[in-house]
């Protein structure tokens, strides 16, 4: 059996609520004991190493990945972005990402094969002292997680997807963060956020001019290791448009006070749709998932 902690001024949402707010603390089901390496589905991998970046300066990628990885920061209207020493793990020192305005990064090259199955994953955390803000971590020309908040009017949160074009699809049951509670969402604590596609690939629309993904393609949003809405968990993405090759994208797009380590892209569904219930309980790779690789190896 599964207890929930509802709040008693959120009863009238138990419903929303019980994928929510498990009685645990937020990393129980994300403990890692080290960082996501690289294998050979992954497209982009970030630990953020820098202590800082102009415009137009080179966050690297984790070595072993191509150059058209390393992400270019864009020229920021306002204060734009630092790198503190503060990180969910002592092990992903030395550094995080701060964006503190409107801010992009995006990968120097457009990478392909972005039509299969994909993984987008990170570390975040709010700033305590946060009022407003909206994050895009994914791909550019494809699926990108969105992660909006506005602490005066929850009415404007965001959590979900958006693909091409202003495809946007919130995460099941989300209605703002004050229903999440902040046992999932509280300010000034690193939490997890992870997107996982099962995608039967993309076929062109007449209608809309476009590739879209195919019927039977389907995700799953995470939050601390929790697969969002009931099961399974599933969001339909048949019909959302979307290329197959891209640029890897961190972006800010209102705001300020947002945190972000360990961003992963990945060419490969971690959640095997939906068949691992906890794709996110340790870092992922060649180091993390030297026992279990193979077995993902033989079942693609």
Not at 246 to 271: N, P
Request: proline letters at 5%.
């Amino acid at each position: 059996m599964r207890f929930i902690c509802v709040p008693a001024r959120l009863v009238v949402a138990v419903c929303c609520l019980a994928v929510w707010a498990p009685c645990s603390r937020a990393f129980t089901h994300v403990i890692w004991t080290q960082g996501n390496s690289v294998n050979p589905d992954t497209a982009g991998l970030y630990h953020f190493d820098e202590t800082s970046v102009v415009p137009g300066g080179t966050i690297q990628a984790a070595p072993g990945l191509t150059p058209d990885a390393d992400l270019v920061a864009v020229t920021p209207s306002g204060t734009g972005m630092d790198f503190p020493a503060d990180v969910a793990y002592p092990f992903f020192a030395p550094h995080s990402v701060r964006l503190k305005s409107v801010q992009s990064a995006e990968s120097s090259g457009t990478l392909q094969s972005f039509d299969g199955d994909l993984t987008i994953e990170c570390w975040f955390k709010w700033d305590p002292a946060f009022t407003s803000g909206t994050m895009q971590f994914g791909l550019s020309s494809g699926a990108k997680l969105v992660v909006g908040r506005e602490v005066t009017n929850p009415a404007n949160d965001k959590f979900g997807l958006l693909f091409s074009h202003g495809d946007y699809i919130n995460a099941t049951g989300f209605t703002n963060w004050v229903d999440v509670g902040d046992e999932e969402a509280g300010l000034g604590d690193w939490r997890h956020l992870g997107v996982t596609i099962h995608s039967t690939g993309l076929v062109f629309n007449a209608d809309l001019g476009h590739d879209v993904y195919s019927t039977g393609s389907v995700a799953r949003i995470y939050l601390n290791g929790h697969a969002v809405g009931i099961f399974p968990n599933t969001i339909d993405i048949s019909g959302m448009r979307a290329h197959p090759e891209s640029k890897i994208q961190l972006r800010c797009s209102a705001g300020s006070g947002i945190y972000v380590d360990e961003f992963t892209v990945w060419r490969y569904d971690w959640s095997q749709n939906g068949a691992i219930s906890n794709p996110f309980s340790n870092g992922r790779g060649a180091v993390a998932a030297v026992a279990e690789w193979p077995l993902f190896e033989s079942g693609r």
